[in-house]
């Protein structure tokens, strides 16, 4: 099946720790990759985000998903795992230290699973590709 991956790298102007608890937000990846909106956050008892629903806007259509985070080593890295019926794949954000604000480096990787979405993935990867620079510029700029 067809993948992508894409990483860009932007600086946040607030330290670590205000950042991680940020991502812990789902309005922070609303808007990033695929994720056109989220909903229905799922949160552990310490306060971690555990996942939740989404949707992708592709070509006039709406794909509902879930985000299941997978890695939440606090407060350098944060991993979630998005599923929709056609695409699979990952966001993960590392997030650096620099002095009293830090940078984070985001990585979306798509995958198809579904024969719609591998016919159109060539349409898919270069939106993904053009815009995910500044969508993580955008995701920074929101800390």
Known sequence: M?????THTAS???????????MQQIDTWAGVGPVSYAKNAR??????????????????KTYSGTAEVVKADRPESFKLDLTTSEIV????????????TCAVEVTLRLSTKGMLSTMFFPAIKAAVASGFPQQVDDLAAGF
């Open 2 to 6: 067809p993948s992508a991956s894409v």
């Open 12 to 22: 946040i102007d607030t330290d670590i720790d205000t950042a991680w608890d940020h």
């Open 43 to 60: 949160h552990h008892d310490d306060g971690t985000l555990a996942g939740f629903d989404w949707g992708a806007e592709v070509g006039g």
């Open 89 to 100: 794949g990952s966001l993960s954000a590392e997030l650096t230290p620099t002095g009293d």
